[in-house]
């Protein structure tokens, strides 16, 4: 079955650390992209890929870092710098940069809670 | 980003109709999208609109007008399952996708 997986589902992190959050799609989509989410808001893009080896920064990419080696995966590696991470982030794909139907297909989230 | 406007919560009754509405910044202006959000889940899409006009999907319908910068998601028939957050999304010069804050539907008995 195609989709987009993203692991773990819960991940817990102490103060000072890094931690990265799993992207993985097999749907062949050249667009993938990295979403924060705070209870009762929307989705606010942190980074975006559209094509391997290339990303760009979102609206709130200060703390964060990514990678597109593989067409299939755009890990977000969290970093200490980031001052207020706790948040539940979403990853989702895109068929093509450039078609008109390009619906971004969402994975389960990653809930991250500094402890 | 670019001031993706909705309102934050509505209330409506099982079996009635609700429209929630949507503006956003035209400039670069690709198209929209419609997504249900249960609470802790992902978003799952609804529906896309990229020429002015109504896409009926069964009990839910989209509305565009591009040069007003305005959408509405029309929700028929409402069932408790439709209690839910409705986000308003628009692809812009064919690389990013920007949300709004989301409207949190809650339909009663």
């Known amino acids: 079955d195609g989709g987009i997986t993203q692991s773990p589902k819960y991940l817990f992190r102490k103060e000072g650390q890094n931690v990265t959050l799993s992207c993985e799609q097999n749907?062949?989509?050249?667009?993938m992209y990295w979403y924060r989410q705070d209870p009762g808001q929307g989705l606010r893009l942190i980074y975006y890929?559209?094509?391997?080896?290339?990303?760009q920064k979102g609206d709130i990419a200060e703390g964060y870092s990514v990678s597109r080696e593989k067409k299939e995966s755009f890990p977000l590696t969290v970093t200490s710098a980031q001052k207020n991470p706790t948040a539940f982030y979403l990853c989702?794909?895109?068929?093509?940069?450039?078609?008109?139907?390009?619906?971004?297909?969402f994975g389960q989230g990653t809930r991250l809670t500094v402890v | 980003g670019q001031n993706i406007d909705q309102p934050t919560e509505m209330t409506a009754t099982e079996g009635a109709i609700v429209q929630i509405n949507c503006t956003y910044q035209?400039?670069?202006?690709?198209?929209l999208f419609w997504y249900q959000q249960h609470a802790g889940e992902a978003p799952t899409f609804l529906s896309y609109?990229?020429?002015?006009g109504l896409e009926e999907k069964g009990r839910f319908s989209s509305f565009l007008s591009r040069s007003k910068g305005y959408s509405y998601l029309l929700l028929k028939e409402l069932q408790m399952k439709d209690s839910a957050s409705y986000l308003c999304?628009?692809?812009?010069?064919?690389?990013?996708?920007?949300f709004g804050s989301g409207t949190k539907l809650n339909v009663k008995p």
């Open positions: 989702a794909s895109s068929i093509d940069n450039r078609g008109w139907n390009t619906e971004a297909f």
């Open positions: 609109n990229v020429l002015d």
């Open positions: 890929s559209q094509i391997v080896n290339d990303f």
């Open positions: 999304a628009v692809s812009y010069n064919f690389n990013k996708f920007y």
């Open positions: 749907l062949n989509h050249d667009a």
């Open positions: 035209t400039s670069g202006f690709n198209g």
